[in-house]
């Protein structure tokens, strides 16, 4: 499967042509989120971060297909590209979102996106923001 809508991604990431710190305890991004290979100062065209942002969102689409074993809606599948693509793949994959979503308790699952609102134990509003639209998202 791949991601049909990557405009949540693009909302909450956002576009930065030069490279910064989304918060103090973050790595150096840029583009739409683009961490792999980021430097301090680099800058880039929104052509490149689209293409880094396409790049990115395949792996982030090929961690879903490959960890969730239960029949996804696009809508679903979406939204937990979008989640991929901000937590990793590591904490993806031993998340108690997993494992509630391929029990099939895909309710439960969904309530499990608010759980992802923290960075170092602290609430972050924006987090906090993208998880409730992720949630409804993957209960459309």
């Keep these: ?4 809508n990557i ?3 693009k909302k909450h990431e956002g576009l930065r042509l030069e490279a910064y710190l989304p918060t103090p305890n973050d790595v ?6 683009h961490t792999h290979t980021t430097k301090q100062g680099q800058k880039i065209t929104e052509a ?3 293409a880094l942002l396409r790049k990115d969102i395949t792996w982030a689409e090929k961690a879903v297909n490959n960890l969730v074993v239960v029949p996804l809606t696009q809508n679903q599948f979406d939204a937990l590209v979008s989640f991929v693509f901000n937590v990793g793949e590591g904490a993806f994959g031993t998340s108690t979102l997993l494992r509630l979503l391929n029990s099939k ?4 699952a969904a309530n499990q996106f608010l ?4 960075q170092k134990g ?3 509003n924006g ?3 993208r998880r409730e639209e992720e949630r409804n998202l993957f209960l459309s």
């Design 1 to 4: 499967m791949k991601i049909k």
């Design 7 to 9: 405009s949540l991604i």
């Design 28 to 33: 150096w991004t840029i583009g739409y989120g």
């Design 48 to 50: 490149q971060a689209d």
């Design 105 to 108: 308790d895909y309710e439960g």
């Design 115 to 118: 759980r992802w609102n923290k």
């Design 122 to 124: 602290k609430i972050l």
């Design 127 to 129: 987090l906090t923001k």
